[in-house]
């Protein structure tokens, strides 16, 4: 049964607004205090959750072996959990694979290593890396370009050309792996080393994507515990948005308190604590 | 963010424990009341059961694995 005193509008609209950001449908009704108050608690869990593990622990994969996938709990958080859904689909796409040519200009920082081929260590590399698309007669698409900066803590510039190869596009992995030649100057040109490194990957192609393999067992390695907290975090504020939600939809459970809450229940004369008649909202309750 | 998620790793997971129980307590006492002091006065109270329980808790565990 529905409070009369609450104004629950359209109550289902509420519910969807409820679930597509948290305190959204409450503001929606004119529950200002209890909107605030909600989306502000279950946002910021949700993206402390985020933060503490490294923005990689919310994603949806399709694992039939677990059916206690965190993303189930995530996903009631609503639209900053949904892109995981978007992320998911791109990452299994059948272009989302090893690439032999760059998509267009590159200009990041790297970091990797060095290796010459007239020379059996490796050289630490870092600095930043620039390519364009480019074609060769005999090899087609290639990347050209230079890197600038550290190997070995001397200072060198590189000219590069090649066909590359770069990691996929979409994963978890802030960083995008590339693997190019390095040329000399001569004419035509002769690959003397090779650069192998990583460059940063875009915000939109890592946001909620789900790890590979490697990454997850590294980030594990990396945060240990704080892994599992970080999920935790996530996942209750899932779960906290239902609560939201049916809120939204049903109202409170226990409502003004009248005659279920001890702290509403008149205590005797001369006590500071009054009841609350049923159909009368206590006078401050309309502006909750 | 991975200095963040470093600076996080630096701390003893047990302090997560207050704003997690804080906005549990918070989140709940709202879905179950409308009355806004009510939700406050709850809130406190609800968060205060949950470390006392979880002190309870620690404190049993710690007993039971005395000497091991």
Known sequence: MLDPRIPFKNRYLAGVLAFLFPGVGHVYQGRYFKGILCGVCVLVTFFYGMALGDWSVVYWKKDPTNFLNPYYAQVFVGLPALPSLVQARRYDSRTNVDQLRIPGPINAPFHGSLRMHDRTADGIATGQIELKPGNLPAEGPVAQGTFTGHVDKKEVTLKLEGIPKLGKAVSADPDREIDIDVIDGGQPPQAIGRLHGEYPRQFWDRFEAPPDEHYYLDLHGKLGKFHELAMTFTMIAGLLNILVILDAVEGPAYGYGDGSDPDRKPTGAGSEKTAVPPTQPPPDAAKS | ?68
């Open chain 2, 1 to 68: 963010m991975e200095s963040f998620a470093l600076l996080a790793a630096g701390t003893h997971a047990s302090w997560y424990l207050l704003p997690l129980a804080l906005t549990v307590s918070l989140v709940y006492s709202a879905t179950r009341f409308e009355h806004r002091p009510q939700i406050l006065r709850r809130s406190v109270r609800l968060f205060c059961t949950i470390l006392v329980s979880m002190a309870a808790l620690f404190a049993v565990l710690f007993l039971l694995s005395w000497n091991l």
